[in-house]
């Protein structure tokens, strides 16, 4: 299958330490995305690359959250100092537009469930 | 999400059709779309429409899009207990803006 991947699956960890995920797009994708979903939530934006240009961060990526995308291959997001409140589910998509931007049609990974404790 | 909403839940019995509606407060988007999540899995595209089209049907599943109303609709005929799964309406806006999602329940 060449989905989009995530790693690891769950992560647990304690308030205050650093945690660095993975997400490996679909090969022939130029876009990625990072969301984040909580329960009862729909996915909500984070970030975005085309290749290795990161294009938009929201206002929710604290400065405790960075995402990079060095070859415009692979991602990590990696979120400092943990809180209790970064609990969630991280959800990776990748995209290649068809008929110019506007049509963004995303395939997403099955997401690492971070739990901070 | 950001203004777009959806109801929260539906429940159905098997056979029935399901419609699930979503309503938007920006028209800007050229297309809208129908996500799908499974417990413990990511979210699946299921359809999408173009915003100048009023109607697509893809098998079981028919999108109606108003927009005057800015109110768009899936409605998926003789519904099975597989669909039984998290519905996400999405607009694009430069990135996929989701609603909150409606949990269907299919009942036998």
């Known amino acids: 299958d060449t989905g989009v991947s995530q790693d690891p699956r769950h992560k647990i960890t304690k308030r205050g330490q650093n945690v660095t995920f993975r997400c490996d797009p679909i090969s022939e994708h130029n876009r990625l995305y990072w969301y984040r979903q909580t329960l009862g939530q729909g996915p909500e934006f984070l970030t975005y690359f085309q290749n290795e240009a990161q294009l938009e961060k929201s206002r929710l990526l604290s400065d405790r959250f960075s995402a990079e995308r060095p070859k415009g291959s692979f991602s990590t997001l990696e979120i400092q100092r943990t809180e209790q409140g970064d609990s969630a589910m991280y959800l990776c998509a990748s995209s290649s537009p068809e008929r110019g931007p506007t049509n963004e049609k995303l395939f997403f990974g099955s997401g690492t469930q971070l739990s901070v404790l | 999400g950001e203004d777009v909403e959806q109801s929260l839940f539906l429940s159905v019995r098997e056979g029935d059709s399901s419609v699930i509606n979503c309503t938007y407060t920006?028209?800007?988007?050229?297309?809208l779309y129908w996500y799908k999540q499974e417990p413990g899995a990511g979210l699946q595209l299921l359809t999408y429409?173009?915003?100048?089209?009023d109607m697509k049907q893809d098998q079981r599943l028919t999108v109606l899009l108003n927009k005057k109303d800015k109110h768009l609709s899936l409605r998926i005929a003789d519904t099975q207990t597989g669909d039984s799964a998290i519905y996400f309406c999405?607009?694009?806006?430069?990135?996929?803006?989701f609603g909150q999602g409606t949990e269907l329940s299919v009942k036998p």
């Open positions: 429409i173009f915003s100048n089209m």
């Open positions: 999405a607009k694009t806006g430069g990135k996929l803006i």
């Open positions: 920006d028209s800007s988007s050229t297309y």
